[in-house]
Structure formats: C-alpha cells, structure tokens
C-alpha cells in the first residue's frame, strides 16, 4: 500500500538557519504530494502541494519539489523564524485511487526553532 | 467563509461510554473525511464520506465505530463503548469534490477515555 515516510524529529535550529525535511514516498500510482503544518493545539493546514513530477511547490518561504526518480518531497526553507515552530508533515493522495483522496501521512517532523 | 468547525474540541469519557464527535465542513463542501491522530503519531485515515453515502470506510476498526454524514446536519463520527486506547485527537478535513486537490481540516476533537 501506499506509505510516506519522513525524518524524526524534533529538529532544533537557530533562528535564520537552514531547514530541510526529508520525504520519501511509495505509492502505486501517480500521487500528488503535500506538506501540511500544525501549530501547537490546532488544526492541520496546508502548506504547499505538488501535483505531478518536476512540480515545484511553494508558499511562506518553503519550498519542495516532486521527484518523481528518488520519490522524494524534501520540504526546504532558506532562512527559519521562531514562528515556524510546529509539527510538519508530508503527505500524499494517490489519484488513481477508486475512491476520493484519502491522505496518508508520514509520522511527522517536529521542528523547534530558537531565537 | 467559515472554516471546517469540529465541536466539541475537546471530550473526556469514561471507559465504556459513547463519544460523539461532529464536524461541520466548509459551505459548499459535500465530501468529508474523519483521521485519527495518536500520541505522537501522524494522522490516520478512518472513513471518507459524501452526503448520505460512505464511501471508503477502510480505515475505520471493524467494532465500535461508525459515521454519518446526512443530507441535513453535521457529520457525526461515534465510537461506543470507549477504551482508552481510542484516546486520540480526532481531525474532519472536507474538500468541495472527489477530484479537488485540498482538504481543509478542521481544529481536532481531542478524546480523553478515563
């Protein structure tokens, strides 16, 4: 079956810092991917998508391309702020599916950043 | 336009009671789906819905649980007879068609089984 799997958390970095969350994907037919974001006590809101190979999502500083040959969905962001601290996940929606775009979640990525 | 809204936000229960959870998805939104997030887990796909119709209950355990969604009123997600492993938040999330790319997922019913 389809399954997402993502690095382990927590990532702890300094304000301005590099950030990058590895993604990787197994899926049986041609999946959209997602990031989604989740700050403490809140819903799951979505960060930024990619629909089809090559595709380069982007909102808020980050970024993630599909790659369709690694099956990869590395989440990136040049410059980190304190405000990016919350849980991160990747997901995808298998489309060749019968039924709807049930999303499966990888374990999430817990990033904490400091001033 | 009101996001997806989930009541109650949070809910304690004594093993062995019934847990009701609502979710009402965003106007104009037909199809809803109900995950389930365990401590320090991801979420998990249960049961994906339409307007009087269960589409994909594959995720859904085989006792205890069941949803609705009717052609009037809020999706209801019931668990009967509550553990305490059924302790988990539980997230609604609607898109407006079967083909939309999004899902807006609303603030999570956080379930205590005591």
């Known amino acids: 079956g389809d399954s997402v799997t993502q690095m382990e958390g927590p990532v702890t970095l300094s304000e301005e810092a590099f950030l990058t969350i590895n993604c990787t994907y197994t899926a049986t037919g041609y999946p959209s991917l997602f990031w989604y974001v989740q700050y403490p006590g809140e819903g799951l809101q979505l960060l930024l998508k990619?629909?089809?190979?090559?595709d380069k999502g982007s909102n808020k500083g980050f970024e993630a391309t599909y790659r369709k040959e690694t099956t990869s969905f590395h989440l990136e962001k040049g410059s980190v702020q304190v405000s990016d601290s919350a849980v991160y996940f990747c997901a995808l929606s298998d489309q060749a599916k019968a039924a709807g775009n049930k999303l499966t979640f990888g374990g999430g990525t817990r990033v904490l950043v400091k001033p | 336009n009101a996001g997806v809204m989930q009541n109650p936000r949070h809910l304690v229960r004594r093993r062995g009671q019934e847990a009701r959870l609502r979710c009402s998805p965003m106007k104009g939104h037909s199809h809803v789906y109900w995950y389930r997030q365990l401590p320090e887990e991801g979420l998990k796909f249960m049961v994906y819905?339409?307007?009087?119709?269960?589409?994909?209950e594959s995720g859904m355990p085989k006792e205890r649980f069941s949803a609705e969604f009717p052609k009037e009123g809020p999706s209801i997600l019931r668990i009967q007879q509550v553990v305490r492993g059924d302790s988990a938040a539980y997230f609604c999330a609607s898109s407006p068609s079967q083909g939309a790319y999004e899902q807006y997922f609303g603030p999570g019913t956080r379930l205590t089984v005591t």
């Open positions: 819905l339409q307007k009087e119709n269960i589409i994909d």
């Open positions: 990619a629909t089809k190979a090559d």
